[in-house]
């Protein structure tokens, strides 16, 4: 496993973290391939050891069949590149995968498995826009009324009135991010100073949106701009109109309704299950990358404190795409998408978001739904065909493991590149270095973000200067 730091890496050379102000989804979003890198620096390991499994009782539709070898490949050639463990699990139709590459503890040597539980950030939100749409479908919430028609003290004035639940949940409401009110040393030379202060600070969802209405609007209104303070706004609306802690209405509507076993919102800082731990490099400020696992996630709450397994994860994306956790008005409401991203006029943007939810077209011309997410030292991405039938969810344990020169240009990244190519082969069956000759829609992919850079992370190139 190739972990040493070459001697010409360098953290970025201004020591300031901003928080994006467009398209961002601050730390609770993956991206972790936005910018090509090298490994994070960490003692030297024995590679774990792959473990894989898989069931087949259907033939694929668009494979004739899932690819293990390629699967089993792609993914240990992503723990080759100097991802310390990944695991994942792939269905097409009634075919199904499940494997894992690399380790869980860098220290022992421990081997992830396919069944980890994990922490999933961002993908916490498709849950609570569930939940909300539950609440529009009984009348209960009016999508289109303003946030402070249920919250006027929470949100008053003209962001009461002119916020409207929708523009919550698709991000348009141009709502600040709450992440460095609650974690101000990300603004500082020391990141780990404030990750580690905060890992067992408990916060008051109204704490955190209180920080994200101070914070700079990230966006006009009614344009696309991330923010995780719109789902912790959303969470406090649930708890309004039904008079119930938000967690425990998600937990006993949406997972318990789509029959997840491994899937909730923390009670403590630890994780119940089994698990790997989870390390944070922060682009070389914290180094050796550091373990994250346990953690307070009072802070993502609602918009990102979730646990689930990559089989849960599809069980769930499954569920809602094929309309047993939503009537049809409500799942259309949530598929109605604003653009991710500016584009030239006449083209059109090929990463959309909708209510808790954004579709991306991938290389093979086709559309896929889901959400990707990322909390301190741990990424997930999942993704699955409008059908259902096809499916990916991904998680692993070295998130911003991105290295620069010092003029801030980015280094060669083969964690990205395998990350990418692993993605794109196992959702669409075609691994990228399969083809050498892109198609028509591999070529306007191009243009478009990569499969994982729709989110943004809190630090971005483009946001850091000297």
């Not at 600040?176 to 101000?184: E, N, R, S, T, V």
């Not at 998600?250 to 309704?257: A, D, G, P």
């Not at 093979?364 to 990707?372: A, E, F, Q």
Request: hydrophobic share 40%; net charge negative; proline share 7%.
């Amino acid at each position: 496993m190739r972990l040493a730091r070459p001697s010409t890496v360098h953290p970025p050379a201004r020591k300031r973290f901003h928080l994006a102000t467009a398209a961002a989804t601050a730390v609770l979003s993956l991206a972790v391939a936005a910018v090509p890198a090298q490994a994070a620096s960490q003692p030297s390991v024995a590679a774990g050891t792959s473990s894989t499994s898989s069931t087949s009782t259907a033939a694929s539709s668009l494979t004739g069949g899932l690819d293990r070898k390629a699967l089993r490949e792609s993914l240990e050639a992503f723990h080759d590149a100097g991802m310390y463990g990944a695991f994942s699990a792939v269905r097409d139709g009634g075919a199904q995968w499940r494997g894992a590459a690399g380790v869980a503890d860098v220290d022992t040597g421990r081997p992830v498995r396919p069944d980890f539980e994990h922490r999933i950030g961002s993908i916490t939100k498709t849950f609570t826009a569930v939940a909300v749409l539950q609440q529009a479908d009984r009348g209960r919430i009016d999508l289109d009324a303003p946030v402070g028609r249920y919250l006027p003290d929470l949100i008053p004035g003209e962001r009461g009135r002119e916020v409207t639940v929708r523009m919550l949940l698709n991000h348009t409401s141009g709502i600040g991010d709450h992440i460095l009110g609650a974690f101000p040393a990300l603004a500082t030379d020391d990141p780990g100073k404030a990750l580690d202060e905060g890992r067992f600070k408990h916060w008051e969802p109204e704490e955190l949106v209180r920080f994200g209405l101070a914070a700079q609007p990230v966006a006009e209104r009614g344009t696309y701009a991330y923010s995780n303070t719109n789902y912790v706004i959303a969470g406090l609306l649930l708890e309004k109109v039904t008079g119930q802690d938000a967690e425990d209405y998600i937990t006993r509507q949406v997972i318990r309704k789509a029959g997840l076993r491994h899937t909730y919102f923390p009670d403590s800082p630890r994780i119940s299950g089994p698990h790997a731990k989870m390390y944070e490099s922060m682009y070389g400020y914290i180094d050796p990358a550091r373990d994250y696992s346990v953690y307070d996630m009072s802070w993502a709450g609602t918009a990102g404190a979730m646990v689930s397994t990559m089989q849960d994860l599809n069980d769930f994306y499954r569920q809602l795409l094929g309309g047993k956790l939503l009537g049809a008005d409500e799942l259309r409401a949530m598929k109605t998408t604003v653009p991710m991203y500016e584009t030239p006029p006449g083209e059109e943007a090929l990463a959309r978001y909708g209510l808790g939810i954004y579709t991306q077209q991938m290389p093979d011309g086709d559309w896929y739904w889901g959400h990707d997410g990322a909390v301190f030292g741990a990424g997930t991405w999942a993704m699955s065909s409008e059908d259902g039938r096809r499916q990916v969810a991904l998680g692993f344990n070295l998130m911003k493991y991105q290295r620069y020169d010092e003029n801030n240009v980015p280094l060669p990244d083969p964690i990205g590149e395998a990350l990418n190519d692993y993605a794109i082969g196992a959702l669409t069956g075609v691994f990228p270095s399969a083809s050498a000759t892109p198609s028509a829609p591999q070529r306007r992919q191009q243009a478009a973000p990569d499969p994982l850079t729709v989110t943004p992370p809190l630090v971005t190139p483009e946001q850091l200067r000297h």
